[in-house]
Each structure stands twice: as structure tokens, then as C-alpha cells.
């Protein structure tokens, strides 16, 4: 248990020697910056992946030749299908339209580009719970309409993300590592330096009938506020840059991806900042296991 | 009148779970037998030291420089271990403590020293109080005999300055609070007047003759050959790692060479 006296001796000591706590907070600040950035686009992939995997539409793509009465009985067929909620035609010409709108400062770009580049569709939308295997047999048997040039159900899309997640999520443990090791060599390093400079105060602890655990307990205190610190300040600094990143791009990002970038959720800020605690109480618990001694 | 409640009580901070011997109050409070110590091999500090210490005496510890004072003294708070022998303090051998029982053996041992072994950032009453703190005391409590302990050694009223711009008399004076604030048993002072003029030497003495007339045992080590002259007490010369006793105290000639009485 902490004792207020340990609290009280911490607090003493981190004040005395503020600029060195700051400069380790800093130093783990900026470590859990770059794991912290990477579990906010490991976050993000995954509520992009969870957009698109439940997007709930399909798109077929149909031939040039296709006749109005093909694709009339298409659309009538589609209906009947169970899942099928609705389905609209959209010509090639409203494609251009549509994308010239959204595209304005590229209008003579878009001029042009050729009839094939804007294909007419059937616009599918599904009910979320259609399962994915539905979604791909009903891509099969339309496939093997003539009228049918290809079908687009964004699963490729979704199995890309998903490689992209696994590979981020990779980096976020590769980097988690790196953060362990920087507050490892941190706080280590910072509680070296705070016991050299209070080699006095360890002796005359000692000298009085201090306890290892009265001795070392501040110490470990104040590994473990540097460390939830430093996690802390990485947030805050993260917060910042995202709200900044988002109030310039937000409408690109929701042109381009369909959805809002969110920050991290609470509870992964909080296992932030706990495990920066836990890894900086650990660190010193460390450090100091080899340095006092009765 | 039980000898517990008498003016030479003494309760010692005990262990957690460990109990307090009524016998341990009738044995003299510091034996040392045959106790050996060397820090390089062949030539020892300390070769069979015999020394017996009553509850309540103030005993000087002399010798030239380099014969074992200093370690006799660090022996006692087992900051250094013997090589053979045993130290027994309230009955106790401290040489064969175990590493957490040490600080439950401190707290009963004020400790002064010729460097003061103060934390200058610290204010002096922090200084005092540090030897409360360690027993986990209420505030309230530590507060009250920090003061009275501050009285005592004429700082009353300096709780407040730091340690770090006090004189050298003052220091020492604050050293010696924090060692009697814990109400220990017993005083090791280590060359305290070292650093000091001879005047505040003198007054430093008396300030640990007025502690040892409360009751406390004080084993005070100088090589102050003044302070043994103007205060004749029990003396302990300890030379060539041998102790010789001198119950009368010692006078010591133009030579500088000890003279022990008729």
C-alpha cells in the first residue's frame, strides 16, 4: 500500500528535481507518441474495415450492348432476392454527372475521359445481416447473366484492409516493444540519476531504520508518475495533432473513406496511461532492486 | 518501582510480532566478545575486542587515528559485519542480524558523526523528523517531539531554515536531535566534535552529557584528547586492535602519549 509519507517524499523529491522528471516525461512522451499514433490507424482501419464489411451494397457493372429489357429483368430479379432492399440503375452519363459534381476543380480532366471509364450500373443495397457468403452467391449467379459485365461486392476492398490491419497491428507490437525498452532506459536512468543526487537521503534513511520498502516506495512512485505521465502527455500531444489533421482534411476523409477518423477510444487511452504507469513502476522497481542496499 | 517505569525505561521499537524480553533489561546493554574485523587480509582493525557496557554510561572511545574507532562504532549499527566474535546489544548478537531486522536494530541507535549527515535541501525540522517518519508515527505526534527534541539541543524555534545554511554547530546540534528524537537506547557518536572549534566541541559534549543524564547510554568516540581531560569518564583506548579499559578516565602527558591513573 502507499503510504502518504511515500506520496509526500515523492512528490518532494520530483519537485526538487523537477527538470529532471520533465525531461524523462518528455523522452516517454514522445515514445508513446509513435505507439500511440500507430493504435490510433490500427483504430481507424479497423472502423473503416468494419464500415465497408457491413457497407451493405453491391454493384453491377453492365455491359455496353446491354439492352433496357435486360436490364430491366435484372433489376426485377434482384428484388425478388431475400436481403435485397433496393436497387437503383445509374447510366453511365449520371456516373460522369454524379463524379463531376463531387470533382468540380477537375472538370475539363473528367471531359475527357472515355464512356468506358463511367460504366452504367446497378446500384445493389442490402440488408447489413446478409452474410457475406450470400452477398458472393448472388455476385456469382448474376456474373453469369449476359448482360452482366462484373460484379463488385467490396470484399477485395475489406480483405486489403484487413492485410492492412494485420500489418499495423505488427507495427503497433514492434513499437510497443520500443516503448517498453524507452521507459525501461528512461526511467531507469532518471531514477539513477535521482538517487545519485539523493545519496545523502538514502543513507540517513538508513542510518534512522528506513526499510528497503520505505527507502525504495517514493522512488517506485515516482517511475510510476513519470511513466503514466509520459503516456498521458502523449495523448494530449496526439489529441491535439488529430483535432488539427482532422479540421483540415475531415471532408476528404469522409469523401474518400465514407467515414469520420475517430480518436482513441477512452479505454484504450486508459490502458495508455495504466500501462505507462505499471511499465514505470516496473523500470524503477528494477533499477533500484541493484542500487540500495541495506 | 518496576524497572520498566524507572528513569533508565527503555522500550525498544521491536519487530513486528517479536516480543520483548523482561531478562534482556538486566544485561548490560553493549558486550563485545573477541570480536575480530579486517578490511584487507593480514591486517585487522579490530583482533579480540573485549568490551562490556552498562545501561546508562557515557563511555569515551579513544585512540590514534586508524585504530578502530570508527569501526567499532559501524559494527554496532551493522553498517560493516564482523569477521568473528559477537556484538550483543540488549542481548541481541547484531552480528548475526538478518538484512531486514537492520533497520528495527537502528531505530533503536542514534547515530551523530563528524560530517552531520544532514540533507542540506532539507529543512531541519525534515532532518529531525526523518527518525519519527521511519516508525510511521501520527504527525501530530511527530511534530510535538520534534520540537521538544529541538528544544532540547537549543534549535527551538529553527524548525523552519534549511539544514544546508546552518553552521557547523548547528549541524551537528540538529544531528543530535535526529538521533535522540526516536528516544533510542543508546547514542553512537562518531568523532562528533571533528569538525567544530574547541569552544563548540566543549558545548557540543555537554549538550550529549545532559541526553546521557536522561538515561541514555552514549558511547562517544574522539580523538579529542581536550574533551577526555576536561570531562574524566570511562574511557575505552582502543590500539593496535585491542580494547583497554579505563574506568577512571585518562590523563595524557605533554607527548601526547596516554597515561593511564595510579
Same mark, same amino acid.
Not at chain 1, 432476392?81 to 435485397?84: D, E, I, L, Q, T
Given at each position: 500500500m502507499i503510504s502518504l509519507s511515500t506520496t509526500l517524499r515523492a512528490r518532494r523529491g520530483m519537485m526538487r528535481e523537477w527538470r529532471l522528471h520533465a525531461l524523462s516525461i518528455f523522452s516517454l512522451a514522445v515514445a508513446f507518441v509513435c505507439f500511440g499514433a500507430s493504435l490510433l490507424v490500427v483504430t481507424n482501419l479497423r472502423a473503416l474495415e468494419d464500415r465497408w464489411a457491413h457497407a451493405g451494397r453491391a454493384s453491377v457493372y453492365l455491359k455496353d450492348n446491354a439492352a433496357a429489357d435486360d436490364i430491366e429483368s435484372v433489376k426485377s430479379a434482384l428484388l425478388r !432476392? $431475400? $436481403? !435485397?432492399k433496393q436497387v437503383r440503375y445509374v447510366s453511365g452519363q449520371q456516373a460522369r454527372l454524379d463524379f463531376g459534381a463531387s470533382q468540380q476543380e477537375r472538370a475539363t480532366a473528367l471531359a475527357s475521359l472515355p464512356a468506358e471509364a463511367f460504366p452504367s450500373t446497378l446500384e445493389v443495397e442490402v440488408v447489413p445481416e446478409m452474410t457475406d457468403t450470400e452477398l458472393v452467391d448472388m455476385a456469382t449467379k448474376l456474373q453469369k447473366l449476359p448482360s452482366v459485365e462484373d460484379v463488385e461486392t467490396y470484399q477485395a476492398w475489406t480483405e486489403r484492409l484487413s492485410r492492412l490491419i494485420r500489418g499495423g497491428v505488427a507495427a503497433s507490437a514492434l513499437l510497443a516493444l520500443v516503448v517498453l525498452f524507452a521507459v525501461l532506459a528512461v526511467v531507469g536512468s532518471t531514477i539513477r540519476l535521482a538517487l545519485q543526487r539523493r545519496r545523502t537521503e538514502v543513507e540517513v534513511l538508513k542510518l534512522v531504520g528506513a526499510t528497503d520498502r520505505f527507502v525504495k516506495g517514493p522512488y517506485i512512485l515516482e517511475g510510476s508518475v513519470q511513466g503514466a505521465m509520459g503516456a498521458l502527455g502523449a495523448t494530449g500531444l496526439l489529441a491535439l495533432l488529430f483535432m488539427i489533421i482532422r479540421a483540415r482534411l475531415d471532408g476528404e476523409f469522409v469523401n474518400l473513406l465514407g467515414l469520420q477518423p475517430q480518436f482513441l477510444p477512452w479505454y484504450l487511452v486508459t490502458a495508455l496511461v495504466c500501462s505507462g504507469a505499471l511499465l514505470g513502476a516496473l523500470a524503477a522497481m528494477g533499477t533500484l532492486r541493484r542500487l540500495v542496499l541495506v | 518501582m518496576s524497572r520498566f517505569d524507572g528513569p533508565f525505561a527503555f522500550r525498544p521499537a521491536l519487530r513486528a510480532g517479536a516480543r520483548f524480553s523482561r531478562e534482556a533489561k538486566d544485561r548490560p546493554i553493549l558486550t563485545f566478545e573477541s570480536v575480530f574485523k579486517s578490511y584487507r587480509s593480514g591486517s585487522p582493525v579490530l583482533r579480540g575486542v573485549h568490551l562490556t557496557i552498562e545501561r546508562g554510561e557515557f563511555v569515551f572511545v579513544t585512540g590514534p587515528s586508524g585504530a578502530g574507532k570508527s569501526t567499532l562504532l559501524r559494527l554496532l549499527y551493522r553498517s560493516e559485519t564482523v569477521d568473528d566474535g559477537r556484538i550483543l546489544f540488549l542481548g541481541k548478537d547484531v552480528a548475526r542480524l538478518k538484512d531486514d531486522a537492520i533497520p528495527f536494530l537502528r531505530r533503536n541507535i542514534g547515530v551523530v558523526f563528524q560530517d552531520f549527515k544532514l540533507v542540506p535541501a532539507w529543512s531541519v525540522y525534515e532532518n529531525v523528523a526523518v527518525a519519527l517518519e521511519v516508525l510511521s508515527l501520527p504527525t501530530r505526534l511527530v511534530r510535538t517531539r520534534v520540537g521538544e527534541a529541538l528544544e532540547r539541543v537549543g534549535l527551538s524555534g529553527r524548525g523552519d531554515d534549511l539544514a544546508g545554511v546552518l553552521s557547523g554547530g548547528e549541524q551537528q546540534r540538529v544531528a543530535i536531535a535526529r538521533a535522540i528524537v526516536g528516544e533510542p537506547a543508546l547514542i553512537l557518536a562518531d568523532e562528533p566534535t571533528g569538525n567544530l572549534d574547541p569552544q563548540l566541541a566543549i558545548d557540543i559534549l555537554g549538550l550529549f552529557e545532559e541526553i546521557h543524564e536522561g538515561g541514555t547510554t552514549v558511547v562517544f568516540a574522539t580523538h579529542d584528547r581536550t574533551l577526555l581531560e576536561v570531562r574524566p569518564r570511562r574511557v575505552v583506548v582502543l590500539d593496535e586492535g585491542k580494547a583497554l579499559d579505563v574506568p577512571q578516565g585518562i590523563a595524557i602527558d605533554s607527548d601526547d602519549h596516554y597515561r593511564l591513573p595510579n
Open positions: !432476392v $431475400g $436481403g !435485397v | -
